[in-house]
C-alpha cells in the first residue's frame, strides 16, 4: 500500500520522455500498491496545484500528462540551448491547419483549398514529425489518401483535443457584385465596372 | 493604363504585375499560391477585382511563365489559371448584364469569392495556429536523470501452436515446391539411379544426405531413395558407417577401400 | 532586475541535458538582470532544500547542478520502463520447428528446407535462450555444425520427451524420406538421445 502517492507519481513523470495517461501510470503499480485510477487522478490534481510559482509546470496534453517548463522562462532557457527552434514555413502550417480543421482530407481537396499544389515534401515533414498520419483512403478514382492528425501533433502544440485548436472563423461576407470584401465596400469604385477601358 | 470613370482620370492598380526576376523570389516566400497573392490585393489595397485591367495582367502572366525556368512550372500554371479566371470575370462583366443569367456554379465570380472565403479562413486560423505554444520554443521538456535502473527484456513467450503451425506452414511450402517442381520434370527412379551413378563417379565417396536435393520436396527424395535402394540392391553402390548412428557413407561397389563395416540394408 | 531567481534557475536546470555550474547558469544572465554568482549559488541552496519529500532532487555533481529522480523510486521508474515481450518472427518459429522435427540438422539444410536462408541471429536468438545447442558436426565438407533441441525447449513446451512433440498428419512419411540417414533405423529414438545424452 502506497501512502504517498505524489512523489512517486512525480519520479515517474519526470523520468518518463513522454506524456502518460492515468491508464499508463496505473499500470505501473500492482494490486498490493492499493493504487486506482481515481487516486491517481486526485493525486495529480494536487500535484499540478503544487507547483503554482515554481519554473516547471505538469499539464496534461493529449495523450496524457507531462512535466514541463513553463513558458514564461522560455527566454532563459533558449539562451541555454544551443539548438534555435526548428522554423516551419508558412505553406506547412496551412497545410498542417487544414489537415487539422477539415480531417480526414485528401491531398487534392487541401489543394484546391489552398489555390496551390501541396510539396510532398511538406506531407513528409509532416509525417516524419508524426503529426499526421494516412487514415484510409478515399472511394474516389484514384484512391487518395486521407490525412488526420495525431496525438503527438497535440502533445507538440499543447493541446489536449481537437477542440482546444483556436476557432475557426466564419466564413466572411464578400460583396459578390464587386469581389471585394464587404467592409470594404467603395460606391464609387463600384462603378469602374462599367466605364473602364479596355487597354487593349 | 489609364482608365476614367465619368471622365476623371484613374490609376489602375499594378501591384498584380510583379517582375519575373523578383516573382520567383516573392512567389516561394511571401505569397503561399495565386489566392494568397489575390487576398493580399484585395486587403491591401482596396482592390476592385472588377476594376483591374486583366487583360493587361494575363499578357504580364504569359511572357513571366515564358521566361521561367523549367521547375517553377507548376506554380506558374497555377498563377496562370488565376490569371485566366480573373480574365473571364472581366470579359463577362463587359458584356451587357441580364439578371440571373449564370446560376452560381457557373459563375466564375461565386466560385472564386468561395474560394477566397475559405482560404481566408484558413490562413488566419493557420497564424493563430503558429502562435500556439510550442515545444522547444515555447515550452520544454523537462530533462531528468534517472534513478539507475535495471532494464528488463523479457523474452518472448512461444504457445505450441505457434510452433506447429510454422512448422506446418514449412511443410506446405515444401509441397507448393514440390508441385511446382513435378510439374516441369519427371522423376523416374531409372533416370535419378543413373543421375546419382554420375555424381559418385565424380566423387566416388559422397555423405548419404548429400545424394539428396531437399528443394525438391518429398516426392523427389522419395525418389532418390528408392533409387539408392536400388542401386545397393543392385550392388552398384555401396553404403558405409563408420560407427553406430555415425554418418552413412555410400561410394561406388566396385571399389570398396574404406575399412569400415558395410551397412545391412 | 530579477526579483525571483529560484524558479528562473530551475526552468533552466530541468531543460539542461547535463549539469551546470554556476559560473554556466551566470552566462544566461545579462546585466539588467541584477544576477551574480553570490545570488545564484543562494537560490539553488534554497531550492534543494525544497524539494523534502519530493520525487526528485537537485544534487551537485563534480560538473554542476542537476535534477534527478530520487533513487528509493527506482522500483516504479523501472517498471515504466519494462519492455513489453516482443513476438518471434515468423523466420524464428520455423527454425525452431525444423530443428524440434528434424535434428540433429545443419544450418544449410534448415536453409534448404525452408528455401530462404537463416540468419545468424535466429541461430544466436535461439542458442541464447538456450532451447538448441550445437551437437557436433556433420561429416562433410565444411563439418557444420548439427543442432539439436535442450531440455529447456522441453521444459519451455510442457513436454517430458521429444515423442511427445505433437504428430502432424503428414510427417510419418516426411520424416521417412528426409530425415537424416543415421535416423533411418528408429527415428523417434535416435531424436530423443541426442537430445538428452551429451554427445561426445
Known sequence: ?200 | MDAKVEGQAYDIPRDLYIPPHALQVILETTFEGPLDLLLYLIRRHNLDIISIDVSHITYQYIAYIELMEANMFELAGEYLVMAATLAEIKSRSLLPRTENIYDDEEDPRVRLIKQLQEYERFKKVSEEVAQLPRMERDVFPVNMIMPDVKKTHPQPEVEMEELLSAYTQVLKRCEMYEHHTISRETLSTRERMSSLMAQLQEHQFMAFEDLFTFAEGRMGVVVTFLAIMELVKEKLIKLIQAQEYGPIHVSLGGKNDSPNQEMNV
Request: hydrophobic letters at 40%; a negative charge.
Open chain 1, 1 to 200: 500500500m502506497i501512502t504517498q502517492l505524489s512523489p512517486v507519481l512525480e519520479a515517474i513523470l519526470l523520468a518518463a520522455d513522454q506524456p502518460l495517461s492515468v491508464e499508463r501510470l496505473g499500470q505501473v503499480f500492482d494490486e498490493h500498491d492499493g493504487v486506482d485510477n481515481k487516486r491517481i487522478r486526485q493525486a495529480l490534481k494536487e500535484l499540478q496545484k503544487s507547483y503554482d510559482g515554481k519554473g516547471f509546470e505538469l499539464v496534461e496534453v493529449a495523450s496524457g500528462f507531462r512535466f514541463q517548463v513553463r513558458q514564461n522562462y522560455a527566454l532563459w532557457v533558449s539562451r541555454l540551448w544551443q539548438e534555435k527552434p526548428q522554423k516551419y514555413s508558412k505553406a506547412l502550417l496551412e497545410t498542417l491547419s487544414i489537415i487539422a480543421y477539415q480531417q480526414p482530407i485528401t491531398r487534392g481537396e487541401i489543394e484546391s483549398i489552398r489555390g496551390v499544389g501541396v510539396s510532398s515534401s511538406i506531407i513528409h515533414t509532416l509525417i516524419d514529425r508524426l503529426w499526421i498520419r494516412s487514415v484510409g483512403h478515399k472511394e474516389v478514382p484514384g484512391r487518395p489518401e486521407l490525412f488526420a492528425t495525431t496525438k503527438a501533433f497535440l502533445d507538440h502544440f499543447n493541446l489536449k483535443q481537437l477542440n482546444d485548436l483556436p476557432a475557426l472563423d466564419e466564413l466572411a461576407s464578400w460583396d459578390e457584385a464587386t469581389m471585394a470584401p464587404a467592409k470594404l465596400k467603395n460606391p464609387q469604385q463600384q462603378e469602374i465596372e462599367v466605364v473602364t477601358e479596355p487597354v487593349h
